[in-house]
């Protein structure tokens, strides 16, 4: 992550009015009947569907239980708020951190909701973010085995044809609400004048998140950004992106690469489309396959963004931006659970079509001699004067 700044706000807590036991043996079922009757005269109760916890949480009730079970010994842990609080169930506490999060709401508006107080709200989540960092990490990691990296490089390579493909690259802008007049706050604002963090992610074909770097200030550009991550300084050792080569027809070795977009400096191990005033037929031949393949990336932001609406939305000045990247970081988490929980419930969520609108691309000149030979090697590959 990147260097992050932010003031911690504490506020009064109140008496709640939202209460539970702790249900080591709580059946799930029973669970969720005393909680919408908790949140029946709140706004969460206005879904008229027929499932309402679907509705809420926009996943299934496995993916919660699942999500439960991570953080169960520490959140029975801390499941008593401070001394005006009462003691609120696992359940609850979850509950309350993933409508947090998938809302991105107010903690005023969520806690009006479900009876709470803004900083019962606030202690819930964080609890679960901490967790959540630690017991859900399993889900976002770089392909540890040969076995799991082949399956990746053959689902790429079924979308428009790239070889030895390991990932997609893009960058998201995350919005944040910070005094303008400071002039120390300079540094968020980005090119459309928005205070912001950028995420950065490698996306797998799957949409899952292997990597990101997050927490950068939105002044900082794609380049500079990945110059800084410890992705880039892992490939540059080469204890990253070395997996076998492939031979072609001609003898040539392609190695493994990812894909990025003109934003990103052209690398031995990431390719980045042709670009110029003129291009070839092959070129921009070359660039639509990209493009097709880039689109996961694209894509996995829009979904995180639409699922986790904190993550797409200003952030309140109660979420400092020391915060704020680590919250991120369990969104990605959960992002991915859902998709190796295979959760059907996501799929019913309508996306728009891009994560960043109104964001002008910048144009990275950066090219590496290496990196423009392999470019040139997969046009060649795509479109039939070379194979393997």
């Given at each position: 992550?990147?260097?992050?700044?932010?003031?911690?706000?504490?506020?009064?807590?109140?008496?709640?009015?939202?209460?539970?036991?702790?249900?080591?043996?709580?059946?799930?079922?029973?669970?969720?009947?005393?909680f919408s009757k908790r949140i029946s005269t709140g706004t969460l109760s206005m879904s008229k569907v027929s499932d309402k916890f679907q509705s809420i949480f926009k996943i299934s009730r496995r993916t919660f239980g699942y999500i439960c079970s991570l953080v169960n010994e520490d959140l029975l842990a801390n499941s008593s708020l401070g001394r005006n609080s009462k003691i609120l169930s696992v359940y609850d506490q979850v509950a309350v951190a993933l409508i947090r999060l998938g809302s991105g709401d107010s903690l005023t508006?969520?806690?009006?909701?479900?009876?709470?107080?803004?900083?019962?709200?606030?202690?819930?989540?964080?609890?679960?973010?901490?967790?959540?960092?630690?017991?859900?990490?399993?889900?976002?990691?770089?392909?540890?085995?040969?076995?799991?990296?082949?399956?990746?490089?053959?689902?790429?390579?079924?979308?428009?044809?790239?070889?030895?493909?390991?990932?997609?690259?893009?960058?998201?802008?995350?919005?944040?609400?910070?005094?303008?007049?400071?002039?120390?706050?300079?540094?968020?604002?980005?090119?459309?004048?928005?205070?912001?963090?950028?995420?950065?992610?490698?996306?797998?074909?799957?949409?899952?998140?292997?990597?990101?770097?997050?927490?950068?200030?939105?002044?900082?550009?794609?380049?500079?950004?990945?110059?800084?991550?410890?992705?880039?300084?892992?490939?540059?050792?080469?204890?990253?992106?070395?997996?076998?080569?492939?031979?072609?027809?001609?003898?040539?070795?392609?190695?493994?690469?990812?894909?990025?977009?003109?934003?990103?400096?052209?690398?031995?191990?990431?390719?980045?489309?042709?670009?110029?005033?003129?291009?070839?037929?092959?070129?921009?031949?070359?660039?639509?396959?990209?493009?097709?393949?880039?689109?996961?990336?694209?894509?996995?932001?829009?979904?995180?963004?639409?699922?986790?609406?904190?993550?797409?939305?200003?952030?309140?000045?109660?979420?400092?931006?020391?915060?704020?990247?680590?919250?991120?970081?369990?969104?990605?988490?959960?992002?991915?659970?859902?998709?190796?929980?295979?959760?059907?419930?996501?799929?019913?969520?309508?996306?728009?079509?891009?994560?960043?609108?109104?964001?002008?691309?910048?144009?990275?000149?950066?090219?590496?001699?290496?990196?423009?030979?392999?470019?040139?090697?997969?046009?060649?590959?795509?479109?039939?004067?070379?194979?393997?």
């Open positions: 992550m990147g260097p992050v700044s932010g003031k911690k706000k504490r506020r009064k807590a109140k008496q709640d009015a939202f209460v539970s036991t702790p249900e080591e043996e709580e059946d799930p079922n029973d669970w969720w009947d005393k508006r969520i806690g009006d909701s479900l009876g709470l107080s803004q900083s019962t709200i606030g202690q819930i989540t964080w609890r679960f973010v901490e967790s959540m960092e630690v017991s859900g990490l399993k889900h976002l990691k770089w392909p540890s085995t040969e076995q799991e990296m082949t399956q990746i490089k053959t689902k790429f390579k079924r979308i428009k044809g790239f070889p030895n493909c390991c990932g997609a690259i893009d960058s998201t802008h995350i919005m944040i609400r910070l005094p303008k007049a400071e002039t120390s706050n300079e540094i968020w604002l980005d090119s459309k004048k928005n205070h912001s963090i950028v995420l950065q992610a490698i996306v797998d074909p799957d949409m899952r998140i292997r990597d990101i770097s997050i927490g950068w200030p939105g002044s900082m550009n794609e380049s500079t950004i990945l110059q800084h991550s410890g992705f880039f300084n892992l490939c540059q050792r080469g204890e990253r992106l070395n997996g076998e080569s492939i031979e072609l027809s001609n003898g040539s070795q392609v190695r493994e690469y990812i894909v990025g977009d003109v934003g990103f400096p052209l690398l031995p191990w990431l390719i980045t489309p042709y670009h110029g005033r003129e291009l070839s037929e092959t070129d921009f031949e070359f660039n639509k396959h990209h493009l097709a393949t880039m689109m996961v990336a694209q894509r996995a932001l829009v979904r995180l963004k639409e699922r986790w609406r904190i993550v797409q939305g200003v952030m309140h000045k109660s979420d400092q931006t020391n915060k704020l990247a680590r919250m991120v970081f369990v969104c990605c988490i959960l992002h991915n659970i859902l998709i190796d929980l295979k959760d059907e419930v996501q799929d019913k969520i309508p996306s728009s079509h891009y994560h960043d609108s109104g964001y002008q691309k910048e144009f990275c000149n950066s090219v590496d001699q290496n990196g423009s030979i392999l470019r040139d090697k997969l046009s060649l590959y795509l479109f039939g004067r070379l194979s393997p």
